[in-house]
């Protein structure tokens, strides 16, 4: 799929057909039969708003000769007249208004449904997908669609598509009450407005590429400082984060007063066409008063037709650019919605039946690119309800194993099965509720701790989610906060310290219920008193469950049933922690490095038989 930055230059027409064909279905919803009948009743609005305001000129023109006609009539006549040329007008104006209140719904329900729509394709798009895109750029381009679909079905549909119709229409009416020159100035006049229009506007899109370009940089520049705010403070570069700021809007501001000065000679440009086909056509009209072929009334009607084609020429001008602009952001939102998943259910997918939970890795291989394997020929058992470590240094593949767990990936070779069953046969949904996960870096909702828990299961009832909190330790401490609950935990979770961060991690894993737990690195971002007070919590929830833990710290691991020892992609030893010890290879000198550095720290790691207990 290609990058969601906004380009203009890649407008296809082709590729925008389809686009508004993909948008249709949106538009008249077969589940919704009071929406079809509101876009029925729109149309008809709109036809009838078109019909009166074509007619309007006719009116005036009437009422305009009437005064010329014998003093006797000049009451009755003109009077009528100016009432119904009044009459056409409102009727026009309240017609389109009508119009819009109509279609509103239509509308907002369709732009709901595509923005809901991609935004649940984002969640479904891989792992790999979101790690190699920018979060702020992705949700620019969701809200440059929604804006896309807005502007193209109100200023399209009912004002671009109906302008047309109606030049159309008075050309029509000019040729038939007079000749033919009256309609040729007038489509020459609007062809070289269109054409100057187009010509100019293909030259701004590259200004306004550059525009968009620099737009999307100022804005990932600010959520990625934001999002990294503590690194920001650590380091003391709030002034070179200002100057990286500065010069993204600093290029945007240079694009955008080009593209601001290139608009003012479209737009100027545009009224000399304009001016010079109404002076045409007033001469015209005037050369048909004096030959006696029409009357003033004719000229007045002639003038009028033109100031009413000319007002929305001017607007579908300005708009142009916008107009090619919504369909390219569509057609991007549209990219983002119909992309294909890389991991995806297969056809016919069974939800995971879990009986004990049982982990098997056969022959495992992967790799994030083929020419750099990182995982070769993993072959280990997670018996029901025992616990497995998988350790090693870093960049030895130990998290792969978790992403591949989850299926955020699908291995390139062998299989994992749980409970017998091929993780690639069973629907991810099924999956990933039969695991919980406690991660090295928490991450919190911007919300209370109350919703952050409860996000395990969010239909679970308040006694749930407190026991759960219970389990992990950490009642107490939210019930003595001045909110309790309802405390808020910040951006990313920032109020809270690591170790409150992960026992709410542990609650809300808790409550989700799973047959199987994964802790991957659970402990390594914390000091030593906590990270024995949370290991407590870890190894009471990993009783009378499966669980596979993913660890540095080899204290952590030392109760494991069975140890894995990770090395470039391959398992170099397994077995208990004593027997690792007793063989002297690669554990054993990982053990010696990790104690001997705690000693240095004067923070002594447990003993073994400590901590197993």
Same mark, same amino acid.
């Given at each position: 799929?290609?990058?969601t930055?906004?380009?203009?230059? $890649?407008? %296809?027409?082709?590729? $925008?057909?389809?686009?508004?064909?993909n948008?249709?279905?949106?538009?008249?919803?077969?589940?919704?039969?009071?929406?079809?009948?509101?876009?029925?009743l729109?149309?008809?609005?709109?036809?009838?708003?078109?019909a009166?305001n074509?007619?309007?000129?006719?009116?005036?023109?009437?009422?305009?000769? *009437?005064? *010329?006609?014998?003093?006797?009539g000049?009451?009755?006549v003109?009077?009528?007249?100016l009432?119904?040329? *009044?009459?056409?007008r409102?009727?026009?104006?309240?017609f389109g #208004?009508?119009?819009?209140?109509?279609?509103?719904?239509?509308?907002?329900?369709?732009?709901?449904?595509?923005a809901?729509?991609?935004?649940q394709?984002? +969640?479904?798009?891989?792992?790999?997908?979101?790690?190699?895109r920018? &979060? /702020?750029?992705?949700s620019?381009?969701?809200?440059?669609?929604?804006?896309?679909?807005?502007?193209?079905?109100?200023?399209?549909l009912?004002?671009?598509?109906?302008?047309?119709?109606e030049?159309a229409?008075v050309?029509?009416?000019?040729?038939?009450?007079?000749?033919?020159?009256?309609?040729?100035?007038?489509?020459?006049?609007?062809l070289?407005?269109?054409?100057?229009?187009?010509?100019?506007?293909?030259?701004r899109?590259?200004?306004?590429?550059?525009?968009?370009?620099?737009?999307?940089?100022?804005?990932?520049?600010?959520?990625?400082?934001?999002?990294?705010y #503590?690194?920001?403070?650590?380091?003391?570069? #709030?002034?070179?984060?200002?100057?990286?700021?500065?010069g993204?809007?600093?290029?945007?501001?240079?694009?955008?007063?080009?593209?601001?000065?290139?608009?003012?000679?479209?737009?100027?440009?545009?009224?000399?066409?304009?001016?010079?086909g109404?002076t045409?056509?007033?001469?015209?009209?005037? $050369?048909?008063?004096? %030959?006696?072929?029409?009357?003033?009334?004719?000229?007045?009607?002639?003038?009028?037709?033109?100031i %009413?084609i000319?007002?929305p020429?001017?607007?579908?001008?300005?708009?142009?650019?916008?107009?090619?602009?919504?369909?390219?952001?569509?057609?991007?939102?549209?990219?983002?919605?119909?992309?294909e998943?890389?991991?995806?259910d297969?056809?016919?997918?069974?939800?995971?039946?879990?009986?004990?939970?049982?982990?098997?890795?056969?022959?495992?291989?992967? /790799?994030?690119?083929?020419r750099?394997?990182?995982?070769?020929?993993v072959?280990?058992t997670?018996?029901?309800?025992?616990?497995?470590?998988?350790?090693?240094?870093?960049?030895?593949?130990?998290? &792969?194993? =978790?992403?591949?767990?989850?299926?955020?990936?699908?291995?390139?070779?062998?299989?994992?099965?749980?409970?017998?069953q091929?993780?690639?046969?069973?629907?991810?949904?099924?999956?990933?509720?039969?695991?919980?996960?406690?991660?090295?870096?928490?991450?919190?909702?911007?919300?209370?701790?109350?919703?952050?828990?409860?996000?395990?299961?969010p239909?679970?009832?308040?006694? #749930?989610?407190?026991?759960a909190?219970?389990m992990?330790?950490?009642?107490?401490?939210?019930?003595?906060?001045p909110?309790?609950?309802d405390?808020?935990?910040?951006?990313?979770?920032?109020?809270?310290?690591?170790?409150?961060?992960?026992?709410?991690?542990?609650?809300?894993?808790?409550?989700?219920?799973?047959?199987?737990?994964?802790?991957?690195e659970?402990t390594s971002?914390?000091?030593?008193?906590?990270?024995?007070?949370? $290991?407590? =919590?870890?190894?009471?929830?990993?009783k009378?469950?499966?669980?596979?833990?993913?660890?540095?710290?080899?204290?952590?691991?030392?109760g494991?049933?069975?140890?894995?020892?990770?090395?470039g992609?391959?398992?170099?030893?397994?077995?208990? +922690?004593?027997?690792?010890?007793?063989?002297?290879?690669?554990y054993?000198?990982?053990w010696?490095? %990790?104690?001997?550095?705690?000693?240095?720290?004067?923070?002594?790691?447990?003993?073994p038989h400590?901590?197993a207990?």
């Amino acid at each position: 799929m290609r990058p969601t930055t906004i380009d203009p230059g $890649q407008f %296809q027409p082709g590729k $925008q057909l389809r686009t508004l064909r993909n948008l249709l279905p949106y538009l008249w919803p077969r589940e919704r039969a009071d929406l079809r009948l509101r876009v029925v009743l729109a149309i008809v609005f709109l036809v009838a708003a078109k019909a009166a305001n074509v007619y309007v000129p006719i009116l005036l023109r009437d009422a305009v000769d *009437g005064l *010329g006609a014998p003093v006797e009539g000049i009451v009755v006549v003109p009077l009528a007249l100016l009432l119904a040329y *009044g009459v056409a007008r409102v009727l026009a104006r309240g017609f389109g #208004e009508l119009r819009d209140a109509l279609f509103a719904k239509v509308a907002q329900h369709a732009i709901r449904r595509v923005a809901l729509a991609t935004f649940q394709r984002l +969640h479904t798009l891989s792992l790999r997908f979101h790690l190699e895109r920018q &979060t /702020g750029a992705l949700s620019r381009t969701i809200d440059r669609g929604v804006k896309g679909i807005e502007f193209l079905l109100f200023f399209v549909l009912f004002n671009v598509l109906p302008t047309l119709l109606e030049i159309a229409l008075v050309s029509g009416i000019l040729w038939y009450l007079f000749d033919w020159r009256f309609a040729a100035v007038t489509l020459v006049m609007i062809l070289g407005f269109v054409g100057l229009t187009f010509s100019i506007t293909e030259w701004r899109i590259r200004l306004r590429r550059a525009m968009n370009a620099a737009d999307n940089d100022a804005n990932t520049k600010v959520v990625d400082s934001l999002l990294n705010y #503590e690194t920001v403070k650590y380091f003391g570069n #709030e002034e070179h984060e200002a100057r990286r700021f500065d010069g993204a809007m600093r290029d945007y501001a240079r694009a955008a007063v080009r593209s601001r000065t290139s608009l003012s000679l479209l737009n100027a440009g545009q009224a000399a066409v304009v001016a010079l086909g109404i002076t045409v056509m007033m001469i015209l009209a005037a $050369q048909g008063i004096a %030959q006696g072929r029409m009357t003033v009334g004719d000229f007045v009607m002639v003038n009028a037709y033109l100031i %009413q084609i000319a007002m929305p020429l001017n607007f579908l001008g300005t708009v142009y650019r916008e107009i090619k602009q919504s369909l390219v952001d569509l057609d991007i939102m549209f990219d983002l919605l119909y992309s294909e998943a890389e991991v995806a259910d297969r056809p016919g997918a069974r939800p995971l039946h879990v009986t004990g939970g049982e982990i098997v890795f056969e022959h495992v291989d992967f /790799g994030y690119d083929p020419r750099r394997p990182i995982l070769k020929d993993v072959s280990f058992t997670v018996p029901a309800g025992k616990t497995v470590a998988i350790v090693g240094p870093s960049g030895a593949g130990k998290s &792969t194993v =978790s992403r591949i767990l989850f299926r955020f990936y699908d291995v390139t070779g062998g299989r994992v099965l749980i409970d017998g069953q091929d993780i690639r046969e069973v629907t991810q949904e099924s999956l990933r509720a039969a695991i919980g996960i406690v991660p090295q870096d928490t991450v919190l909702f911007n919300d209370s701790i109350y919703y952050n828990l409860a996000y395990g299961d969010p239909a679970a009832g308040r006694a #749930e989610v407190e026991g759960a909190a219970r389990m992990a330790r950490i009642h107490d401490f939210v019930q003595a906060l001045p909110d309790g609950y309802d405390t808020e935990v910040g951006e990313r979770g920032l109020k809270l310290s690591g170790g409150e961060k992960q026992r709410v991690a542990i609650g809300r894993a808790l409550l989700k219920g799973p047959a199987i737990m994964m802790f991957d690195e659970a402990t390594s971002a914390l000091d030593t008193k906590t990270e024995r007070e949370i $290991q407590k =919590s870890l190894d009471e929830v990993s009783k009378d469950r499966t669980a596979l833990v993913i660890a540095h710290r080899l204290s952590t691991v030392v109760g494991a049933d069975e140890i894995l020892v990770l090395e470039g992609g391959r398992i170099v030893e397994r077995g208990r +922690h004593e027997a690792l010890l007793a063989s002297g290879g690669v554990y054993a000198a990982m053990w010696r490095r %990790q104690q001997s550095a705690a000693y240095e720290r004067a923070e002594p790691e447990p003993e073994p038989h400590e901590a197993a207990e």
